[in-house]
């Protein structure tokens, strides 16, 4: 996301009124403005950096940049725009910015989850005191316009049973190869077992206690296995109604062969599906999802549908052992910054992130439309499913990276 | 050196005393992390001097370097501590023959006579004048769960051996963290450093660490590497040379008495800052296309002050 001038200008205004109140309050405003421009500061930084202020020079500004910067900035991808906000923020005669007018920025990270518990507070206190009411910066929200997003949005519900479902044994049996490569991992940890590489000493030696400290059975070694957890996001929009029978096999396939399958499907918005496709009958549960989700075959907000994945499903579902799935084309007509965003929050959080994109396979494809674009940096495999052909050859492809 | 009388620019001149050329930044944080008893966590890319931070900061303090190199599957029995069970075993099976006091062995196997150190109970334990200077390096290449583990001992700096009992560190050492980013390092992680990105240096500042670590070499040629290192940086190739590759080769130069770099010269030694087949590849290529115009680069640097 390209961060402008503005945007980093609108930042600093919103705490404008706490300027001026000591160099605790400018330090605790200056980390804020970082905060809403996405830079991650937590409230134990800001109280670091206001110690280090004590060991450093504060006539010699490079070192009190060095100083912040140590403290505040943990992140390579940030350092520029920390300066940028910095020669911004710290002018030395800043003119005071008007206090009233404050603008909701129109793209900046809406994160105002981000101090971790308890660490609210500070500014705001601080911001109460020296601004009047309607000043108050307000939550941000993302700037949709709901109705012009998606002009030719049906919220249509498709008809299943002209799909005529029929297992096609070699799908699923891709399907199964996949899950299992995606699934299970290797890990460098080892764990006790009767038969391994290496002898465990610790546990050898414990056994040997019942025996009088003779040592009869030797405790190996080996590797374990991780369980990933795989969560499985669907684009169900109207572009990919050519593979929607194959998306739900698919889905059904995975969800049925793997543990801990988290299913989800969006088009303009999000649906959590995986209590729908738990029962052994496709045909049953296609028509429980066609009945319980809206928008089957509509427009498609990508950005929108991950956001509402990010706040209310990742914290529980996520963690550095999932590996996310996106099966989409990536034609998206929301907000393609929004997209981005998504898309980096996602990624810092999960293990992998894999694109499968039926068009991916058209030998003129380039992921030219903006969605793709956007979404192409955070994605560790982009690869390409549309037959069962190329459902073999992404289980291979599988096989290689994820081991 | 007294830790209490450090100042950015002594730490500065003392690194450069040591042969290790930083800008005031980088002193500005270690000067930080040493006053403020926090972890320095440094990120560059490879060769660029993040591991030798900590070696150099050892010598200046003169005090012990302790290092725990990361890998995956590093669990906190390599890193920490174990007890020495062959020597434990060895022991009992001793007092079987002398018929000993059986609880007396007990409590003996269990001292700390019987405990093998791993670095980071040696960083805590150390006890002399001026605390160790720990270097955890590449912790990227550590799984999640050591990082876990770390966090916890980077937090309280002591150690609890059920054992024994908790051991606290009497001064808290230096601690040095390095990455490569392979992999994001947690927040959490991140939240208790200090953090210095090491870039690249400057030609200015690349030309005056060849000459700090090889005095003796011709002040032409040191501008040329440079300068051609530079150019390279620029380029994309696959690694990236860092410093330690500029070192390398300047010292494989001045071992075949070259004065000045020319093309052969340069073809013949590039197995110093190129270190995979399809960059060496690439090299020739540019050098032949003429896109990388050896001769206009190597006249360049003569503008640089000595």
Known sequence: MEVTAEIIQDAVARYAAVRGQGTLANLLAFARVLKQLGIKVGMSQVIDASRSLGFVNLASKSDFRAALRANLVSEKDDIALFERVFEFFWQDDHPERPTVDVVTPPMVSGERDGWADGEEGGVEELLAQGQSPEAQPEPDEEPFSVPTYSPNEILSRKDFSEMGIEESRAVARAILMIANKIATQVSRRKRRATKGESIDPRWTMRKSIKYGGEIVELVARKRRIKKTRVVLLCDVSGSMDCYSRFLIQFMYGLQNELWGVETFVFSTSLSRITHLIRSKDIAGALDRISNAVLGWSGGTNIGRSLQTFNQDFAPALVSHRTVVVIISDGWDRGDVRVLEREMRRLKARCRKIIWLNPLLASEHYEPLCKGMQAALPYLDYFLSVHNVHSLVALGRTLQRLVA | ?306
Request: aromatic share 8%.
């Open chain 2, 1 to 306: 050196m007294n830790p209490k009388k450090l100042t950015i620019e002594t730490i500065q001149d003392a690194l450069r005393a040591h042969q290790y050329i930083c800008d005031r930044s980088l002193a500005t944080v270690v000067y930080l992390s040493i006053a403020m008893g926090k972890p320095l966590l440094l990120e560059g890319e490879a060769g660029v001097g993040k591991t030798e931070v900590a070696k150099v900061l050892a010598e200046v303090m003169e005090t012990k370097l302790i290092r725990l190199q990361c890998y995956e599957g590093l669990d906190a029995n390599t890193a920490l501590y174990e007890w020495n069970y062959p020597k434990q075993m060895l022991r009992i099976k001793l007092e079987e023959v002398q018929r000993g006091d059986r609880e007396a062995v007990e409590t003996e196997i269990f001292s700390e006579e019987y405990l093998v150190r791993r670095p980071l109970l040696e960083a805590i334990q150390s006890d002399g004048v001026t605390p160790p200077v720990l270097l955890i390096d590449e912790i990227d290449r550590a799984d999640m769960e050591f990082e876990a583990f770390l966090l916890e001992v980077l937090s309280d700096f002591q150690i609890t051996i059920p054992e024994i009992g908790t051991i606290r560190a009497k001064k808290r050492p230096y601690v040095y963290l390095t990455s490569n980013r392979t992999r994001e390092i947690h927040d959490a992680l991140k939240r208790r450093c200090l953090y210095h990105w090491i870039d690249y240096p400057s030609l200015e500042k690349e030309y005056e660490i060849v000459m700090t670590k090889f005095p003796q070499v011709e002040s032409l040629l040191a501008k040329q590497i440079c300068a051609f290192m530079q150019r390279v940086r620029e380029m994309n190739f696959y690694k990236r040379p860092g410093v330690a590759e500029t070192l390398d080769w300047a010292s494989a130069l001045m071992a075949l008495n070259r004065h000045e770099l020319d093309e052969a010269t340069v073809n013949e030694t590039m197995g110093c800052v190129f270190k995979y087949r399809e960059d060496l590849h690439r090299l020739e290529e540019e050098l032949s296309s003429k896109r990388l115009d050896l001769n206009q680069m190597l006249k360049a640097p003569t503008e640089l002050q000595a």
